[in-house]
């Protein structure tokens, strides 16, 4: 199976559209501040799940997806500091709030799953004869 075809990948690419949607009405003065942190933040999770996706090892792709999950927390801290700011609607918000929480579901899975098999990869056979 390709990254491409990972619900975690989609998704996050779907948080990526939202993200570049709403932060086109920010202040054009926030253009290198929160609208370029939000967007970079929001771009860091799909590139470092396919990054992962691409390394040889359980470790390597979970250490990627640990990344991209501290971007996506990243990128939830950005949205309430957005909305605090008034950047942001409350709707508007809470479309973000509910792909970030979907983004952080499959992910988790997604860590588990190659956390589980590492660790079935890591167990040595026993040699007790």
């Not at 990054?51 to 990243?74: D, P, V, W």
């Not at 949205?79 to 809470?94: E, G, H, I, P, V």
Request: with cysteine; charged share 20%.
């Amino acid at each position: 199976m390709e990254y491409t075809d990972l619900d975690v990948w989609i998704e996050s690419r779907k948080l990526v559209k939202i993200i570049y949607d709403t932060t086109d009405s920010f202040p054009k003065e926030e253009i290198y501040g929160l609208t370029n942190q939000i967007r970079r933040s929001s771009i860091s999770i799909p590139s470092n799940i396919a990054e992962g996706c691409g390394r040889r090892t359980s470790a390597g792709t979970i250490q990627f997806l640990h990344i991209a999950r501290g971007s996506l927390y990243e990128l939830e801290t950005q949205c309430f500091l957005a909305l605090d700011q008034s950047y942001l609607t409350d709707k508007q918000f809470q479309e973000i709030s509910n792909q970030t929480k979907t983004c952080k579901k499959l992910l988790n899975g997604f860590i588990n799953y190659y956390a589980s098999k590492q660790n079935a990869n890591n167990k040595q056979p026993s040699t007790n004869n």
